[in-house]
């Protein structure tokens, strides 16, 4: 191969990688973060498990009668107390499985999954 054929192809390459990069920041850029409840009622989060994406929002909401916490065991969030009637809201900011549970109530247990 020539070396002006050589140019060629990696002019190209050039403006194809450009190309790519433009199109994933741009799809990344678009997407509408979700919002996502989960209702912490009669010592259970409901749902218990819920998949969002990165940059989602995630609120627990109270409607117990005592005080409960959203605490990740991996140490990715903790809500401290959410009082009766009182929320809590988190974003998501990285992917993994975050298993989650009452400090006061350890049997409360869920799952958050970042996708």
């Known amino acids: 191969m020539t070396r002006r054929a050589w140019q060629k192809l990696a002019a190209w390459a050039v403006v194809v990688i450009s190309l790519?990069?433009?199109?994933?920041?741009f799809a990344a850029r678009s997407r509408?973060?979700?919002s996502y409840t989960v209702t912490i009622d009669a010592?259970?989060?409901?749902p218990p498990l819920s998949v969002v994406r990165?940059?989602?929002v995630i609120t627990w909401v109270n409607k117990d009668l005592v005080p409960h916490t959203a605490t990740s065991r991996t140490g990715g969030f903790d809500s401290g107390a959410i009082e009766p009637g009182k929320?809590?809201?988190y974003t998501a900011?990285?992917?993994g499985d975050f298993p989650y549970l009452c400090v006061f109530h350890p049997t409360m247990t869920g799952l958050l999954r970042v996708k």
């Not at 790519?20 to 920041?25: E, F, I, K, P």
């Open 20 to 25: 790519a990069m433009l199109g994933v920041g």
């Open 43 to 46: 010592a259970r989060f409901q």
């Open 93 to 95: 900011t990285r992917t």
């Open 54 to 56: 990165v940059g989602d």
């Open 32 to 34: 509408t973060p979700t």
């Open 87 to 89: 929320s809590w809201t």
